[in-house]
């Protein structure tokens, strides 16, 4: 549940007009900016709604974004929502425009990224009949959003779209549908524009913060993991907070990363598994406790006893239900993170300088060992040399994007952002495909920033067409391939499995960059460590979408401990 700090959500402004004008009037009103899609007469209603509010002068423009795959919008959407924190917009065609969202849809479920799903819907007074594209599409999404209605008629249009953006962006955030029938979309219609207000998470539970705060007063060797949802609900300065005046040694996973800044002291992301292997007390503030935590199950290490674990949520929902826990709390974030504080003020806290100086000098053995790798001469090129290159030339509010399998993964080990919301990655669902539309969306999010692609030659594939949309658009994104010619994911495992690999290869050395310079964009192929540099400094400094192909060695291959199952 959530409350309104600022309780305007019943005032407003009655509007008439067509329902694709009340529906853009009303997500204006919830601070979208842009519209992410691809032509279909379905949805007509809402570029016309779009076109009036850059006359309206009421506000800034709503920005028209079209694409070449309906999965780019989608993903635009999730991404913009993931960085602004305020619900961004796709809106998809009806019958395959919609389906082919539905990855992103889930993507956002799993990552609680806030985003409104806009469908168009075959009309009315056709339906059953045989219309095109004639589908209901309420029983395919509403397993991968919070929420999904159609609007029977234009009058349902204001209200209905207010429903789809509160949701979206109420704890726990997530992704939202609404479709309207064809006819309805251009009929004429009265609604109420709200006056949006604040959205809080609901109050925690004091006496089980008071609780958690024992069991951190007691604790010989915590360790506290900040994960997507720190970012989400505004609690990144409570957070740091938290680490600093308690001095707590912090990891940090997806949007979490740069919370705790990198190069920090008491950062520890590179001491993760003696962190989470020796620690006493383990508290995991907004993630879930899912395969990329060891389904919750921490300490152990060298004898030790298990550890006891403490799972805080921006929501009841989310709080795990398979860990055994010590401790548990949903709520606002801030709230949460605060009250640990202010219970803790004056506490007896055993002496954790050795703990907190053996995870140090674990990072440090780890920075040192990352220092070979990143400056490797190795050819064909180790994938680490790319970033030995990269993570010296990005700017401390760069927006780094993974997608990709074995290359992306590097990027995990590698770079550790200075900033919160600073980094974009698929998140527990591992979706492919998505780094096109999470560039498009974070390049208009984010003009005056770096925006750095980082993309496997496998997931290229997925979407590498709409580097045509960053140029017809004008959006200048630097992308990194490490270029492998293969699934390197899959591709080692199947060998380890079988002894031999089958559909695990793909073209070698393909110059990916030609494709690119071909839609209007530039780049070049990478073959020798030393030359990778200089190409990521024309990356930079072109006023275009930009690919450095870098082919890298198939056999170098990252050195995972999981494999999500």
């Known amino acids: 549940m959530t409350t309104t700090t600022d309780d305007t959500s019943a005032a407003g402004t009655e509007r008439h007009g067509h329902a694709g004008e009340l529906a853009v009037a009303v997500a204006q009103a919830h601070g979208v900016e842009t519209m992410f899609t691809l032509s279909g007469a379905h949805v007509f209603p809402m570029y016309d709604g779009a076109v009036k509010s850059q006359a309206d002068g009421g506000g800034p423009p709503v920005r028209l974004v079209d694409v070449r795959h309906e999965q780019t919008a989608a993903f635009a959407a999730e991404a913009t929502g993931k960085l602004t924190r305020v619900p961004g917009l796709a809106v998809l065609t009806a019958g395959p425009g919609v389906t082919n969202g539905v990855s992103a849809m889930a993507q956002a479920t799993f990552a609680g990224s806030p985003m409104v799903v806009v469908g168009g819907r075959a009309p009315n007074n056709r339906w059953g009949t045989g219309a095109l594209q004639e589908i209901d599409h309420l029983p395919i999404v509403t397993p991968v959003t919070k929420h999904a209605a159609t609007l029977m008629t234009a009058d349902d249009v204001a209200a209905g779209f207010d429903t789809a953006f509160t949701q979206a962006r109420s704890s726990h955030r997530g992704p939202t549908y609404v479709d309207v029938p064809m006819d ?7 609604g109420r524009v709200p006056v949006v207000g604040e959205l809080r998470g609901a109050a925690p539970d004091t006496d089980a913060i008071d609780r958690i705060a024992g069991l951190l007063a007691r604790a010989a060797r915590p360790v506290l993991v900040l994960g997507t949802d720190v970012w989400a609900d505004h609690a990144e300065d409570a957070a740091l907070r938290l680490v600093e005046e308690m001095r707590l040694p912090a990891i940090t996973n997806g949007m979490g990363r740069g919370v705790v800044p990198g190069g920090h002291p008491l950062l520890v992301t590179k001491a993760r598994g003696a962190a989470l292997g020796g620690a006493d007390l383990v508290v995991v503030v907004g993630t879930p406790l899912d395969f990329r935590l060891g389904y919750g199950v921490f300490g152990g290490k060298d004898g030790a006893e298990p550890a006891g674990v403490v799972h805080i949520a921006d929501s009841a929902g989310q709080l795990s239900q398979h860990a055994a826990l010590a401790g548990s709390v949903a709520g606002d974030l801030t709230a949460v993170l605060d009250g640990l504080l202010e219970a803790l003020a004056g506490a007896a806290q055993p002496d954790r300088s050795d703990w907190i100086t053996s995870l140090q000098d674990t990072v440090a053995a780890a920075s040192a060992r990352d220092a070979e790798l990143l400056g490797a001469e190795a050819d064909p090129v180790h994938p680490a040399r790319i970033y030995g290159e990269l993570v010296p030339r990005l700017a401390d509010d760069a927006v780094v994007i993974g997608d990709g399998g074995d290359f992306v993964s590097f990027a995990g080990k590698f770079v ?13 669902y591992g979706c492919l495909g998505a780094g096109l539309g999470a560039a498009i969306g974070a390049r208009i999010a984010r003009p005056s920033s770096q925006v750095v692609l980082l993309l496997g030659d496998g997931a290229a594939g997925f979407s590498l067409m709409d580097v045509d949309t960053l140029v017809r658009h004008g959006l200048p994104v630097v992308m990194v391939m490490g270029n492998n010619s293969a699934w390197g994911l899959e591709k080692g495992p199947m060998q380890l499995l079988y002894g031999y690999d089958v559909a695990a290869d793909l073209a070698p050395r393909t110059a990916y960059d030609q494709v690119v310079s071909a839609l209007g964009g530039a780049g070049e192929t990478v073959t020798d460590p030393r030359q990778i540099g200089a190409a990521l400094d024309r990356a930079f400094a072109a006023d275009a979408p ?10 170098a291959p990252y050195p995972r401990n999981t494999f999500g199952i």
Do not use: A, Q, S
Not at 184 to 190: A, Q, R, S
Not at 416 to 428: H, I, T, V, Y
């Open 184 to 190: 309805e979309f251009f009929n004429v219609g009265t």
């Open 416 to 428: 550790e952002p200075k900033r919160p919301g600073c980094w974009l990655d698929p998140g527990p």
């Open 546 to 555: 930009y690919l450095v192909n870098v082919i890298t060695d198939v056999n």
